[in-house]
């Protein structure tokens, strides 16, 4: 079924690109706001500096009170939020059609005023929130450093990916208030945003609305440097163990992979499905459900743009189980679908169920607009939500299989081992 | 800057109506055609109530329904494992205090073959003894791993101290070690046969229904099931007693955490409370909804105790839970415990004009919003069935709410609020039992992790 979302693309004099979505299923607009700088950015020593930046983008700005952007949307019916991640920033909001021009102005103000506001009691209280967020998602939960584990051991020391969103308490403690004026100068402007509005509204009301809120606003941002080049896999096989208070072994192998919206990147992603995503993926029907030596097996794919993409499987090792023998089961599974190639069948699934995921994911206006803007920004491809499917269902068994002989091979993999620590490791 | 945007006002909304057909079978058909929906949600659900479980078996009802699509009377467990992926069906089953539901999704053209494939799940389980086995021994490894994560670990602590150790709400639904070790496959065979099956149901079908009839194609497979013997659960009549001594403090110890997970709370209304229900999304939103209601105002914005602390009161088919729940830092328990009994009670005193216009119009004018997706129509279409009621009630309840004051939602907070807390701890008890009891908010009990 070929999608037709309508897509209206328009680029304001001082560089925002703004896409328009008409959708008058519901009297909504969704606001939706992607700025190309991510953790991918820091710099050494100021790791989390671009999500706890975010965060002061909610204390106020020039004609804003601190807190205000939440409480006046909200108040509005409003739901709203940001979110940071390696590529980049994106903040949103969904409001009735008659507040779509307030959460214009309010993003506008911060956007392009947030320095005016900016002190240091905010960046003190934002700096603590911050490290709870960390506490609370990472450090004090069972496993809660493994996929950072993973990013420090598959990606190299230097690379952008080598260190997590969430950054160190350390480099938390150092932010100042010169990092923050610095790096909004760096990165944020219009020139470095994308806009997407989606939702009861026309192209042209979309433009003007955004021509009338954001049109003043320089382009201030730095221009962007080029992505990095493509990442080689991994040649021989890398390890990290953690011997930590966790209540089974818990493995991760990891892999590097083709940059994101490329055939390749596709090909990896439903290679992942049909060795670890599926249901009747390989490793669940081999280690989970007959020989019943792993709790669970998981596999994923996220797609980047800086030179390289990351793959994983996850294994949850059973009770009395040595992982190293489930870790070999693995490899087996690896190198057997190397040198065999997808089935039909696994095929058929891993299309079926991205289908069905990509239409659950576009259903609601807000997600729909996160995809728009996502394609626009990082792949300057506004139409991506309608095509996706169509280039996925023209991957071949092929290109699958000849994907995974180059990535996803057992040498390839980058091992991260969370193991039950012993009496003596834990005292 | 230009000047600040007026904003206009959003028409009044209700909840979509849906299509009603009752099946041969007597399952009640609830069809929400919502055009531009291209994944269809598909909700089936059952009443039940949980005390229908024999003591020593408790967890069997939860494993019944994990157990459904793992081996049916036509397909092997891998066969229908298959069947589901290659036509891109997402199905999940599960059981809550009020009821066992099995939730599908699929593409629009492939709904029929989809609600076949339910039927057989809900129809046609064999419970092959692999499969038994193998999600036993799953759920025992979930109970560990949710005795590892601080949050799961607070509320199994919450309801074993706040509800009578006689009532079954103050077990985990879905079974202890003890019990869950001692299930057979008799035990899902027989429970299965005495309490699945059409007498009660109600079948929730959302998404793009244009040129789908879908009764037609509901009764064609649904409508034929037949359950002979099934026996029909009386929802509880009354709520589950509380404990004679829920006021007081466990500290669920855990030498070295670098935050004390807290989970607080006292009895709660459900949606057929005295004085009506609607005051209290809106008192959840006001007290503990965003970062600058009540409680994250001060713990969040003013002291950085927290990434974010959240109140809900969460109604159960009888009685329910007015609960606050979210972790702190370490060295900041004790006072977060003080400064959070102190914000909860201090809803007892009232609530600003602001505070009231705010909470109203956040729960009304996010609804349209909220409820425009079919797996959000379907999800709410299917908890309000679970609860015997329909859709009426949500429409009903965002009107009643545009005439709630200040005084109405401080009577509707004093009504449930008291002033006497169950308070949970998750965190380093040789650090802060002694200073938590210095509160003076009852005793405090250290239990192990």
């Known amino acids: ?427 | 800057m230009s000047a600040r945007p007026e904003v206009v006002p959003p028409q009044p909304w209700a909840f979509p109506e849906p299509e009603r057909h009752t099946l041969s079978n007597g399952i009640e058909l609830l069809a929400y055609d919502i055009p531009g929906q291209y994944v269809i949600s598909v909700r089936t659900v059952l009443p039940m109530s949980l005390s229908v479980e024999p003591r020593e078996k408790e967890g069997v009802a939860a494993l019944t329904a994990r157990l459904l699509d793992e081996g049916t009377a036509r397909h092997t467990s891998e066969e229908f494992a298959q069947l589901l992926e290659r036509k891109g069906i997402a199905l999940g089953a599960g059981i809550n205090d009020s009821g066992l539901g099995v939730d599908l999704d699929v593409p629009k053209r492939r709904l029929g073959e989809a609600l076949d494939l339910l039927q057989q799940a809900l129809g046609e389980p064999v419970f092959p003894e692999a499969e038994v086995t193998r999600h036993v021994k799953t759920r025992l490894a979930e109970i560990e791993q949710e005795r590892a994560m601080a949050p799961h670990r607070a509320a199994r602590e919450f309801i074993a101290t706040f509800f009578d150790g006689a009532e079954r709400a103050s077990r985990p639904s879905a079974g202890t070690h003890e019990t869950v070790s001692s299930l057979t496959r008799e035990d899902f065979v027989e429970f299965h046969r005495r309490f699945v099956g059409p007498q009660g149901m109600t079948v929730v079908v959302a998404g793009d229904l244009s040129g789908v009839d879908v009764r037609a194609v509901a009764d064609e497979v649904l409508g034929q099931w037949r359950a002979e013997g099934q026996e029909v659960v009386t929802p509880n009549a009354e709520p589950p007693v509380r404990a004679a001594d829920a006021a007081r403090i466990v500290l669920v110890d855990r030498p070295g955490s670098v935050q004390s997970e807290l989970s607080v709370g006292c009895a709660g209304p459900d949606r057929r409370a005295e004085g009506g229900w609607a005051a209290y999304p809106v008192l959840s939103f006001v007290v503990g909804g965003s970062p600058n209601a009540r409680v994250d105002a001060v713990l969040r914005e003013e002291k950085g105790f927290t990434y974010g602390i959240r109140s809900t009161f969460r109604p159960r088919r009888r009685g329910g839970l007015f609960l606050t729940n979210g972790s702190v830092r370490a060295d900041s328990t004790v006072e977060s415990v003080k400064l959070l009994l102190e914000i909860l009670e201090s809803g007892r005193e009232g609530f600003s004009a602001d505070e009231v216009r705010a909470g109203i119009d956040y729960i009304s004018k996010t609804a349209p919003g909220r409820y425009a997706t079919a797996d959000a129509v379907a999800d709410e279409a299917a908890t309000m069935a679970l609860d015997g009621m329909s859709t009426d009630f949500t429409t009903e309840t965002l009107l009643a709410m545009q005439s709630l004051d200040g005084d109405a939602l401080a009577e509707a907070y004093r009504r449930w609020v008291d002033g006497t807390w169950t308070v949970v701890v998750v965190g380093d008890a040789s650090l802060y039992a002694d200073q938590l009891e210095e509160l003076g908010r009852g005793a405090v009990t250290v239990v192990p992790n």
């Open chain 1, 1 to 427: 079924m070929p999608l037709d979302y309508p897509i209206h693309e328009k680029t304001l004099p001082n560089g925002l690109r703004v896409v328009v979505s008409p959708d008058t299923s519901v009297p909504n607009v969704t606001v939706n706001l992607w700025v190309n700088v991510g953790s991918r950015h820091e710099a050494p020593g100021r790791t989390g500096f671009a999500h706890l930046f975010e965060h002061l983008m909610f204390q106020g700005s020039r004609n804003v009170a601190s807190g205000e952007h939440f409480t006046r949307l909200m108040a509005e019916g409003g739901r709203l939020n940001a979110t940071t991640w390696f590529d980049r920033t994106n903040y949103f909001e969904t409001v009735p059609k008659g507040a779509y021009e307030l959460a214009l102005w309010m993003e506008a103000d911060r956007h392009g005023y947030l320095l005016d506001a900016v002190n240091q009691a905010n960046l003190d209280n934002q700096r603590d929130v911050v490290k709870e967020e960390k506490r609370q998602r990472y450090d004090n939960v069972p496993y809660g450093n493994a996929l950072i584990d993973t990013y420090a051991t598959v990606f190299p020391a230097d690379h952008p990916y080598h260190h997590p969103t969430i950054g160190s308490m350390e480099d938390l403690d150092a932010a100042s208030l010169e990092d923050v004026h610095a790096f909004f100068r760096r990165y944020y402007g219009p020139n470095n945003t994308v806009l997407t509005l989606v939702g009861d509204l026309t192209p042209e009301e979309g433009f003007a609305a955004a021509e009338r809120y954001f049109g003043e606003l320089p382009a201030s941002a730095e221009p962007r440097r080029a992505n990095h080049d493509q990442l080689e896999p991994i040649t021989s096989p890398v390890r990290f163990e953690r011997h930590d208070k966790v209540p089974n072994d818990r493995l991760h192998l990891a892999f590097r992979l083709p940059v994101d919206n490329t055939d390749d990147y596709f090909a990896a992603s439903l290679a992942l499905d049909a060795i670890g995503g599926l249901t009747t993926s390989r490793l669940v029907q081999r280690l989970v459900r007959r020989e019943q030596v792993a709790n669970a097996a998981q596999a994923h794919s996220m797609g980047f743009v800086d030179g390289v993409s990351l793959g994983f499987v996850i294994l949850d090792i059973a009770d009395g189980q040595d992982p190293d023998v489930v870790e070999a089961r693995a490899c087996e599974e690896l190198e057997r679908f190397a040198k065999e190639g997808p089935t039909d069948v696994e095929m058929e699934s891993a299309l079926a169920q991205a289908e069905r995921s990509w239409l659950h994911s576009l259903a609601s206006q807000e997600e729909r607009a996160d995809a728009i803007s996502q394609h626009t920004l990082l792949h300057d491809d506004p139409q991506f939500i309608n095509t996706y499917l169509d280039r996925l269902n023209a991957v071949t068994a092929g290109q699958v299989q000849a994907v995974a002989q180059q990535w996803l091979q057992p040498q390839n993999r980058a091992v991260v081992a969370h193991l039950v620590a012993t009496e003596e490791e834990v005292a």
